[in-house]
């Protein structure tokens, strides 16, 4: 998509709540992100995959636990904080480490596709503000401050994702969301 490689920040549906994102190698874009949500320079920007096979693009030492959550998990609504490749921005990866998600959604992964990278995401609202989970409601919080707003109608989940901490096991929940501690303690017993 000619909008994410030209630097433009888009807002999109996801299966959870809209994000607002752009092309991970853009600090320009990025830092864009940060000024229009009024973002605490100290929270990284999540990355999106389009793909599993992507997750090595932007981690590395991926524990067991981890690797099961993914495969159990994604496409969905887990995000995923894993040990960070050296060569990521910094506006993703503050600490060492990166927050990654494979979300359960064809029009944002045929976007993704189509753009050829990656994005740093991040929710489509002020900071602090309620998650959006329509266009409407996008364009009531940043209105013509974006450059492209995709409009699929209602997110289908409406809650934000799950965080888990899986640098280190025992792995740790960061934000309960979508998914249930109770179904990652069952996902990690199958272990």
């Known amino acids: 998509m000619r909008a994410v490689r030209a630097g433009k920040i888009i807002a999109f549906p996801t299966?959870?709540?809209?994000g607002l994102g752009a092309d991970i190698?853009?600090?320009?874009?990025?830092d864009k992100i940060f000024k229009l949500k009024k973002r605490d320079r100290n929270k990284s920007l999540i990355v999106f995959i389009a793909d599993i096979a992507q997750l090595n693009e932007v981690a590395v030492g991926i524990s067991k636990?981890?690797?099961?959550?993914?495969?159990?998990?994604?496409p969905?609504?887990?995000?995923?904080?894993?040990?960070?490749r050296a060569n990521l921005p910094a506006a993703v990866t503050r600490t060492g480490t990166v927050g990654v998600r494979l979300?359960?959604?064809?029009?944002?992964?045929?976007?993704?596709?189509?753009?050829g990278t990656l994005l740093a995401t991040?929710?489509?609202n002020i900071a602090g503000s309620p998650n959006p989970t329509g266009a409407d409601?996008?364009?009531?919080?940043l209105g013509g401050r974006i450059d492209l707003l995709l409009d699929g109608g209602t997110s289908r989940g409406g809650i934000a994702s799950t965080v888990?901490?899986?640098?280190?096991?025992?792995?740790?929940?960061?934000?309960?969301?979508?998914?249930?501690?109770?179904a990652i303690e069952k996902a990690l017993e199958k272990n």
């Open 15 to 18: 299966d959870t709540v809209y």
């Open 25 to 30: 190698h853009n600090e320009y874009a990025l």
């Open 65 to 74: 636990a981890a690797e099961r959550l993914a495969q159990v998990f994604w």
């Open 76 to 84: 969905g609504a887990l995000t995923l904080i894993l040990p960070a």
């Open 103 to 115: 979300p359960d959604d064809l029009l944002l992964g045929k976007v993704m596709r189509r753009a």
């Open 122 to 124: 991040t929710s489509a």
């Open 137 to 141: 409601a996008v364009r009531q919080e």
């Open 164 to 182: 888990v901490d899986a640098v280190q096991e025992p792995i740790k929940i960061i934000r309960l969301g979508a998914v249930s501690a109770d």
